[in-house]
């Protein structure tokens, strides 16, 4: 089985740049997750989506950034303008909510970003 | 409070030591539990998930506490190729569930 996939792998952009992330889950899962990791504030949660909605976009750190999900084998997550201090790794995971409490995450591979 | 926390460490243990690292929740009514490991500049991948009676998969045992809301994982015989971060993850009740991460607790396991 094809886990979730990312792209791109690597991206390095100048400041004030649209960066644009993307995301494909697993197959049949029905919610995705977009994380954002650093050395100082770990594993952040940015948006959940479940059935291709969003559900929780408490995370999102400004208007700067957008995610969609317009089918539920694809989203996106843009950030524009960007700015070095968005200089992370993104992951995207998917989760099996289907009446299954105790399915874990399944993460990509991520997206290494770097803002100049 | 975080809704998630671990001890960042890092662990260093000689090769063949058992180590134990614990993870504390604070929202009682969480209700799934998972320990993930995460290799340097790679994503987190799934260790095992956390059962109410306490699990076993080979050399790692894991283990909830309801009452004082934390759970454990603990590495027997340690290898050299533990050597990573480990996560602990929680996710609360309800329709949507949300899983919360702590920051890791970094292992170095040493010959």
């Known amino acids: 089985d094809a886990g979730v996939i990312q792209s791109p792998r690597h991206e390095v952009t100048e400041m004030g740049q649209e960066v644009t992330l993307r995301c494909k889950p697993i197959?049949?899962?029905?919610?995705l997750f977009w994380y954002r990791q650093t050395m100082m504030r770990g594993l952040e949660l940015l948006i959940y989506?479940?059935?291709?909605?969003?559900?929780?976009d408490s995370g999102m750190p400004e208007d700067r950034f957008s995610a969609k999900m317009p089918n539920a084998s694809f989203s996106t997550l843009k950030i524009q303008p960007s700015e070095p201090r968005d200089s992370a790794v993104y992951f995207c995971?998917?989760?099996?909510?289907?009446?299954?409490?105790?399915?874990?995450?399944?993460f990509g591979d991520g997206t290494r970003l770097s803002i100049l | 409070r975080k809704e998630v926390e671990q001890d960042p460490g890092p662990f260093n243990v000689p090769e063949g030591a058992t180590v134990a690292f614990n993870c504390t929740y604070s929202?009682?009514?969480?209700?799934?539990f998972f320990w993930y490991r995460q290799d340097c500049r790679k994503e987190p991948k799934l260790l095992m998930s956390?059962?109410?009676s306490g699990n076993e998969d080979g050399r790692f045992t894991a283990q909830l506490n309801r009452a004082s809301q934390y759970i454990s994982l603990l590495i027997r015989d340690s290898k050299l190729s533990d050597s990573a971060t480990y996560l602990c993850?929680?996710?609360?009740?309800?329709?949507?569930?949300?899983?919360?991460f702590g920051t890791g607790t970094k292992l170095q396991v040493i010959p």
């Open positions: 995971a998917s989760r099996d909510e289907q009446g299954h409490s105790n399915q874990p995450q399944h």
């Open positions: 197959s049949g899962h029905n919610s």
């Open positions: 989506f479940n059935n291709n909605v969003p559900i929780d």
């Open positions: 929202n009682s009514a969480s209700q799934s």
């Open positions: 956390v059962y109410s």
């Open positions: 993850a929680a996710t609360p009740p309800g329709g949507y569930q949300k899983v919360t």
